[in-house]
């Protein structure tokens, strides 16, 4: 059987990408599935940088292909931060911490000017590929005055969509995937991926 | 002594580097200064991406602050070809086959279309910093009807600066340095990089 290494340890991202991406003909797995790897160091400046970072050494170790997801949220009256260190603004993948800090930083915004918007970069290596498939996913919304909804993970509780009049985190994980910038670009890898792929 | 390496073994860039990049109190070593290290499979779609996957790959094997530079030319009759295939074009590394398939391609094009660019992108890697400095440098010029000059390397022969009325390949190292891409982006790295660097 084939197989397809997503490179996360993020449980929420692996949930999302089993629920979109079509196994058909292959299994995918995540770092949660296989022998551990150690820490990778997400240095980069972008988005694109660190999913290349987390593809490349994922597909190294084990010799297989590989995609790596990237995002984060960025918030124009902050300069497009938190950006890359999204998942570690306030402290390290603690999600109330990191929400708190964003609240606290848009202070006095009013809320014409809390627009935002996540991003998802997605690089799928392959050992046999010449060439790497990036494709980058977005969804634009508000960020609220106050957490709301218990779903999803990280930003999701601030993320305001207004067409839904709900956050991301008051989304069920389907309607969430239907619109959010990770399923964006899962959908845009899933129209590329097979006629790129040398297995 | 303190050690920089240059991820590249293209002796021209390394040359440019050493002319340029200032050897206060530490050593800048080349991978042709280094035990063999593998050929790196550039799979990026970007210049970003393939620096990173550069840096990265150097970084971890030897385990000291490492550069590494992509580069190429983007025509934008071409819609941004060569881009990141710049090297190997029509052939790999051979640079007179890929200066041949572009000047064949642009074939009919007037002057005034005959616009390019070249671009550097420099990312800096370093085993006790959190992230990358990431810089980029251009140059703009015009891509001439036939191949002039004998120094440089790539499309040198072919990159038409207007101002200088010469081509890229028709000057000094040092003349060339104060203009390209790469210069350019080697000092935006310079005015960066000492403030940034964990030894």
């Known amino acids: 059987m084939k197989e397809i290494i997503i490179a996360t340890k993020n449980p929420g991202k692996a949930r999302e990408f089993k629920r979109i991406f079509n196994e058909e003909d292959f299994t995918l797995k995540t ?13 980069g400046q972008t988005f694109e940088e660190n999913a290349t970072i987390k593809a490349h050494a994922v597909m190294e170790r084990f010799n297989l292909p590989t995609i790596a997801d990237d995002s ?32 606290s930083e848009l202070g006095g915004v009013p809320r014409e000017k809390r627009t935002a918007r996540f991003v998802s970069t997605l690089v799928f290596a392959n050992p046999k590929n010449d060439h790497d498939l990036v494709v980058e996913g977005d969804v634009k919304g508000l960020i609220g005055l106050f ?32 619109i959010s910038h990770r399923g964006n670009a899962i959908r845009k890898l899933e129209t590329q991926w097979e006629d790129w792929i040398n297995w």
């Open 72 to 103: 984060g949220l960025q918030i124009d009256a902050l300069y497009g931060r938190p950006g890359v260190y999204s998942a570690r603004y306030a402290g390290d993948h603690n999600d109330a911490a990191n929400n708190a800090k964003v609240l």
């Open 147 to 178: 957490p709301a909804g218990d779903d999803g993970f990280g930003y999701d509780p601030l993320f305001y969509l207004p067409e839904l009049d709900k956050t991301m985190a008051q989304l069920t994980i389907d309607e969430k995937n239907k």
């Open 31 to 43: 770092l949660l599935d296989l022998p551990a790897f150690p820490e990778i160091r997400e240095t």
